[in-house]
């Protein structure tokens, strides 16, 4: 495990992380906080918000892409091609459109987009439009440090791939169960990826979103995986 800094993760509630970088820049993971009933009230407004990354465009990811983009005005807005045309059109400054398997230069830092086994439908004003395909993002620090969002996602045997070209230490994974992972499959997710630290996201906010932590921690243990999980609630920092 490397010592190199990382990030200083806040957990935003759903799968909303902000993360404040080394250099005192603030990277946004998944733009939804003033629908998101998972995010503590003093934490919807940003002293800055330097770069924000979007895996795919259901509302729960993205809803206030457009309206924090504008107000904080990014170095950077990533998404798949097709989400980038859209926030655009919007007036979105700044989009950095990738796809699956490309790399970016953002804030210094190294992002790649991955594989999610997701969909990505956009709806605006109650008409779907063509959204791309789902993604999930490693982030790799100037320092080494490198860590991954996998977005909404079933688990894919891929991941191990993930492990051997990116090497995360830490991810985000989804355990809610219905619409992503179950915290069974999680579990999994972290042998293929070899990390040494999960935390679980995409859980509590809906009924439906029946995973959990705890269930994650149980099925780590029965499957002899060595990861420990770090349970955030919203608000909470790691
Ligand atoms: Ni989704
Ligand atoms: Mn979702």
């Known amino acids: 495990m490397s010592h190199s800094p990382r990030p200083k993760f806040t957990f935003l509630g759903h799968s909303t992380v902000r993360c404040d970088l080394p250099d005192g820049k603030v990277l946004l993971m998944e733009p939804w906080v003033d629908g998101n009933p998972s995010c503590p009230d003093e934490l919807k407004s940003f002293e800055r918000i330097d770069a924000m990354l979007i895996t795919h465009a259901h509302a729960d990811h ?3 892409a457009v309206a924090l983009a504008k107000k904080y005005k990014p170095e950077a807005v990533v998404a798949n091609f ?3 045309e859209w926030l655009a059109a919007q007036g979105v400054e700044n989009v950095a459109p990738m796809n699956i398997g490309g790399n970016r230069k953002v804030l210094g830092m190294r992002v790649s987009m991955v594989r999610a086994d997701h969909s990505s439908g956009l709806e605006d004003g109650g008409k779907y ?8 993002f490693v982030v790799k620090l100037a320092e080494g440090y490198t860590f991954y969002h996998a977005g909404d996602t079933a688990l894919f045997s891929d991941m191990q791939l993930i492990a051997e070209l990116y090497r995360p230490e830490l991810a985000f994974l989804p355990i809610g169960d219905v619409f992503t992972m179950d915290p069974h499959q999680a ?5 293929f990826l070899g990390v040494r630290h999960v935390v679980p996201i995409h859980w509590g906010t809906f009924p439906d979103l029946t995973g959990t932590p705890t269930q994650l921690s149980k099925e780590l243990r029965d499957l002899g995986i060595n990861c420990d999980v770090l349970t955030l609630q919203p608000g909470e920092v790691y």
């Open 82 to 84: 097709e989400i980038c």
């Open 129 to 136: 439009y063509d959204g791309g395909i789902a993604s999930g």
């Open 187 to 191: 579990a999994k997710a972290c042998r």
């Open 62 to 64: 993205m809803a206030d």
